[in-house]
């Protein structure tokens, strides 16, 4: 059974950092799609980033991250992370880390909700 924890949510000024750190255990796959999801309040879910450790592709991002955002994963593969800088009160949100052994597109978007493992969300705060 996939297990994903997620923490280093919390409260931030904006133009401040904050790190989220997924703990990925049970995942056997070769291969691993990992992102990172986010929902505002009152707002559908959103794709914010997403890997796929089998290609040579970089991180996908989506635009309004772009620049701000990185995601990674230890040499492992074991812990995903999303550094977040610069960020802005539109960044609040519930943020979740999802893996599944592939990564899946609809058009040149993120297929997120096929992702079959999600992490219990994280919540991030973005306030003067």
């Known amino acids: 059974q996939v297990n994903l924890i997620e923490t280093g949510g919390g409260s931030v000024q904006p133009v401040g950092s904050l790190r989220l750190s997924c703990a990925i255990a049970?995942?056997?796959?070769?291969?691993?799609?990992v992102g990172w999801v986010r929902q505002a309040p009152g707002k559908e879910r959103e794709e914010v980033a997403a890997h796929f450790t089998g290609g040579l592709s970089t991180p996908y991002y989506v635009a309004s991250v772009t620049g701000r955002f990185t995601l990674s994963l230890d040499n492992a593969e074991t812990t995903l992370y999303l550094q977040m800088n610069s960020l802005k009160p539109e960044d609040t949100a519930m943020y979740y880390c999802a893996v599944d052994s592939v990564c899946r597109w609809a058009g040149d978007r993120w297929d997120f909700p096929r992702m079959r493992s999600w992490g219990q969300g994280a919540q991030v705060t973005v306030s003067s």
């Open positions: 049970g995942f056997t796959a070769r291969t691993k799609c």
